[in-house]
């Protein structure tokens, strides 16, 4: 039978709304499954009014698995079914665990995405819209991501256009590829828009303030993205000790950069990724006694490449900030 301890117990109480914070490896996942399944057998809820959401298919699949194991052993297991509080006989229970084992696949176990088109879906004649509605693959959404970077940064360097000056001079200092990428990101971030389209308003020394303020914002969320696209590479390999510590490690500061002004968590951030991975994101020789190759080469140098055009010099010269060489 599963054992929780006290927190874990407390976030259990299908009676309150909490928000579960752990590192990589603490059982979150586990818990959470075990709370999908006190609320799928003891408030006689169907499977198909619990949502689960996930950031990412590869956890919505991982959890969808953990729910159909779960139950596949309760099913067989008399002793783990005690552990639920429910007024249903024993045998009556064991049918809807069958009946649950089949649903598990049609279950609301998905990304945000995902979710929201099976709304769409569901409700495409109400909606006027298509109902031939999917999720936009990464690949998909990055190429057409940097598709409209690049044509935003043509029309500003047009020779009459009115930031002409100023995308000759971002180029001296970033690289095309390092400018798509923070531009990417900024686009994506509502305030940032919002100051820019008020900036006329704004004194020009308050504004390189604010400018920089934003860029190191969004260098933080890269540095958040980066550790936990690091810990998820080498979460598969923690039966070994070192990269179990590197998991433990990552994660551990992942979660301490909400508390970290901007600065302290890039430098923080870089400083333990350039000690776990080379610069090709490969997990160093020294600590690789699995002889593994990190998956997440790719986007581990994506993100060490958009946080070093900072710290290196060139966007914080653009804001009139001095920067370390």
């Given at each position: 039978?599963?054992?929780?301890?006290?927190e874990?117990?407390?976030a259990?109480?299908l009676?309150?709304?909490?928000?579960?914070?752990?590192?990589?490896?603490?059982?979150?996942?586990?818990?959470?499954?075990?709370?999908?399944?006190k609320i799928?057998?003891?408030t006689?809820?169907?499977m198909d009014q619990?949502?689960?959401?996930?950031?990412?298919r590869?956890?919505?699949?991982?959890?969808r698995?953990?729910?159909?194991?779960r139950l596949?052993?309760?099913?067989?297991?008399p002793?783990?079914?005690?552990?639920?509080?429910?007024?249903?006989s024993d045998?009556?229970?064991c049918?809807?665990?069958r009946r649950?084992?089949?649903?598990?696949g049609?279950s609301?176990?998905?990304?945000f995405?995902s979710?929201?088109?099976s709304?769409?879906r569901?409700?495409?004649?109400?909606?006027?819209?298509?109902?031939d509605?999917?999720?936009?693959?990464?690949n998909?959404?990055?190429v057409l991501?940097?598709?409209a970077?690049?044509?935003?940064?043509?029309?500003?360097?047009?020779p009459?256009?009115?930031l002409?000056?100023?995308?000759?001079?971002?180029?001296?200092?970033?690289?095309?590829a390092?400018?798509?990428?923070?531009?990417?990101?900024?686009a994506?971030?509502?305030s940032?828009?919002?100051?820019?389209?008020?900036?006329?308003d704004?004194?020009s020394?308050?504004?390189c303030e604010?400018q920089?303020?934003?860029?190191?914002?969004m260098?933080?969320?890269?540095?958040?993205d980066?550790l936990?696209?690091a810990?998820?590479?080498?979460?598969?390999?923690?039966i070994?000790?070192?990269y179990?510590?590197?998991?433990?490690?990552?994660g551990?500061?992942?979660?301490?950069?909400a508390?970290?002004?901007?600065?302290?968590?890039?430098d923080?951030?870089?400083?333990?990724i350039e000690?776990?991975?080379?610069d090709?994101?490969?997990?160093?020789?020294?600590h690789?006694k699995?002889?593994?190759?990190?998956?997440?080469?790719d986007?581990?140098?994506?993100?060490?490449?958009?946080i070093s055009?900072?710290?290196?010099?060139?966007?914080g010269?653009l804001?009139g900030k001095e920067?370390?060489?």
């Open positions: 039978m599963m054992q929780f301890h006290e874990q117990q407390a259990l109480d009676t309150v709304h909490c928000a579960v914070h752990a590192n990589a490896g603490s059982g979150k996942t586990s818990v959470l499954t075990h709370r999908f399944l799928l057998i003891e006689n809820t169907t619990i949502v689960a959401i996930t950031f990412t590869a956890s919505a699949a991982e959890m698995e953990r729910v159909h194991s596949v052993t309760l099913l067989h297991d002793v783990e079914r005690g552990a639920f509080a429910t007024t249903l045998e009556i229970l049918s809807h665990i649950w084992i089949n649903e598990v049609q609301r176990i998905s990304t995405h979710f929201c088109s709304i769409i569901q409700y495409a004649e109400d909606l006027d819209l298509d109902a509605v999917r999720d936009l693959e990464e998909e959404a990055r991501s940097a598709e970077v690049q044509d935003a940064l043509r029309a500003a360097l047009e009459q256009g009115p002409h000056d100023e995308a000759l001079a971002l180029f001296d200092d970033v690289s095309i390092s400018a798509t990428e923070i531009i990417s990101r900024l994506r971030s509502h940032f828009v919002t100051d820019v389209l008020h900036r006329v704004v004194d020394s308050l504004y604010k920089h303020a934003l860029v190191m914002s260098l933080k969320g890269l540095a958040a980066l936990e696209a810990a998820e590479c080498l979460s598969a390999y923690t070994y000790p070192m179990n510590k590197a998991v433990n490690e990552l551990g500061l992942r979660d301490q950069l508390t970290l002004e901007p600065p302290l968590a890039v923080r951030t870089v400083a333990t000690y776990w991975f080379t090709k994101g490969e997990f160093r020789s020294v690789n699995a002889s593994v190759v990190s998956r997440a080469r986007a581990i140098a994506l993100h060490r490449t958009a055009a900072y710290r290196h010099g060139g966007i010269r804001f920067t370390r060489a």
